[in-house]
């Protein structure tokens, strides 16, 4: 019902350094298989919520909250940070942080803006709506419904969403549900607005984790400033997310592991909407990139960077796997070894959906789409499961450069929801409704359920 506390000293590892040059993101041909983006003009509110009644504190909100500021500040964002808020504090900053947007957005060049919003405090899923609880007001209490903010409708559409830039929403809070109704679970994925990455502390149904101590930082805020304070200004900002949810789930284990206890596991989960990449750095990082460092011993640069560029563009999980890993073989320690290990981890989720979903290889090198088509393609293929699921979209509306095809539809969805994407297998079951195929539709409805999404209430007889 609220997060958990617990008692301990720090857990989880530092990661190393990461690496990568961005040049290398281009086809032999000179075309760019995506765009890179830096960011100049970069913002971020942070809110750190830690005043709740009933014993309810959240320790470590403020100190997530310094902490990200001095990070985020290191990249040059302008930062503005507060502590807690009530309902209208809240929604006072945020229409002020809105206003301040909107001013800047149109005029920089595509991909020119990025935007951080984060909030640390109580929260709660209520009818598949996430929700953020003001300070001041108890999240398990019959007020904290009407008080608090929802995600969807007051905070993601006071950033900008319509630039070629990117808005991140940070939530750090529980996702669990204090009314509980007969044993019916509200739980909820979203998906993310078109320009948005929104990254949870953790899956729908499952509470945020955070030590009691407020010289410490909850697993999900510690994992994220660590990661950002590593990068050196190359990494995709989606990877490097994708590396602080690993991080996270580490430091959770570890913390449990010390004092023996079994809990369900607090993994973070995303959802994002973005064409081509973005990359984070300052002014120092981009000195730093215009530098030439040592060579690597005995290494061709050339012939790595070309290897380099093949692993870019390759549109076959198993053949990503093989190419990733001979590349760290031939190349042990590069500046491509980090991203080298997260691609292999999206390769390997890709080509498990595959099978499940029972897709031929050859569905991926169709020479078909638009180049947005062709971003969310090659995202799909590392695991991406919001991309796959655009794909199936695409193939139903016949948008994106693709014709109508229902077989497509179907196969793209099956891909999606085998990689975890909720909104594609409820999606998929009433397809399979639709048809009279009984038996796939039950299967995947329950793994619609499984994964946090509920649809709107339908039949009573089944139960929502």
């Known amino acids: 019902m609220r997060r958990s506390l617990l008692l301990g000293g720090s857990a989880g590892l530092a990661l190393g350094a990461l690496s990568f040059a961005p040049e290398l993101f281009a086809q032999s041909g000179g075309e760019p298989i995506q765009d890179i983006y830096a960011p100049r003009a970069k913002y971020a509110l942070l809110i750190g919520n830690r005043d709740y009644p009933n014993r309810k504190d959240i320790a470590p909100a403020h100190k997530n909250v310094t902490d990200l500021k001095d ?9 503005k940070d ?12 945020l229409t002020e942080f809105g206003a301040e947007l909107r001013t800047v957005s149109e005029a920089n060049l595509p991909g020119g803006v990025a935007v951080v919003f984060y909030f640390c405090g109580h929260g ?13 007001v108890d999240p398990s209490s019959g007020k904290a419904l009407s008080s608090s903010l929802r995600l969807n409708e007051d905070i993601l559409v006071a950033l900008p969403q319509h630039y070629p830039g990117i808005s991140i929403a940070l939530i750090d809070a529980c996702r669990t549900d204090p009314f509980i109704r007969k044993g019916v679970d509200d739980f909820n994925q979203i998906a993310a607005p078109e320009g948005m990455l929104v990254f949870f502390a953790t899956r729908a149904g ?31 900002i989606d990877d490097l997310f994708r590396i602080a949810a690993v991080e996270c789930q580490a430091r959770v284990k570890a913390e449990f592991d010390k004092v023996k206890l079994t809990i369900p596991p607090q993994f973070p989960e995303s959802t994002g909407n973005l064409r081509g990449r973005f990359v984070i750095r300052n002014r120092e990082l981009e000195l730093r990139r215009t530098q030439k460092g040592p060579a690597l011993i005995g290494v061709d640069v050339a012939v790595m960077e070309q290897r380099w560029q093949a692993i870019q563009a390759t549109l076959r999980p198993a053949t990503l796997i093989r190419l990733c890993k001979d590349f760290e073989r031939d190349f042990p320690g590069s500046e491509f070894s980090q991203q080298i290990r997260v691609a292999i981890v999206g390769a390997q989720q890709a080509l498990e959906s595959q099978r499940s979903a029972r897709l031929s290889s050859d569905l991926f090198t169709e020479a078909v789409g638009d180049k947005g088509y062709r971003d969310d ?13 655009r794909i199936a979209i695409a193939y139903r509306d016949g948008t994106s450069g693709v014709t109508v095809n229902s077989r497509r539809t179907e196969q793209w969805l099956r891909f999606a929801a085998e990689l975890g994407n909720g909104i594609a297998s ?29 649809p709107p209430p339908r039949l009573a007889t089944r139960g929502y």
């Open 377 to 389: 393609l090659l995202k799909a293929l590392r695991g991406d499961k919001d991309s796959a699921h």
């Open 82 to 93: 507060y502590r807690d808020l009530d309902a209208l504090g809240m929604m006072r900053v």
């Open 124 to 136: 709660f899923q209520s009818e598949g709506r996430n929700y953020l609880v003001p300070a001041g």
């Open 206 to 236: 499952r509470p945020a984790l955070a030590p009691i101590s407020p010289d410490r930082n909850t697993f999900f805020a510690g994992a994220v400033v660590d990661v950002l304070r590593e990068a050196n200004g190359v990494t995709p």
């Open 71 to 79: 990070v985020l500040q290191y990249y040059e964002f302008k930062v």
């Open 426 to 454: 409820w999606e998929l079951s009433e397809l399979y409704n639709q048809s009279g195929q009984v038996g796939d539709a039950a299967r995947f409805e329950k793994m619609a359920l499984d994964l946090g999404y509920r």
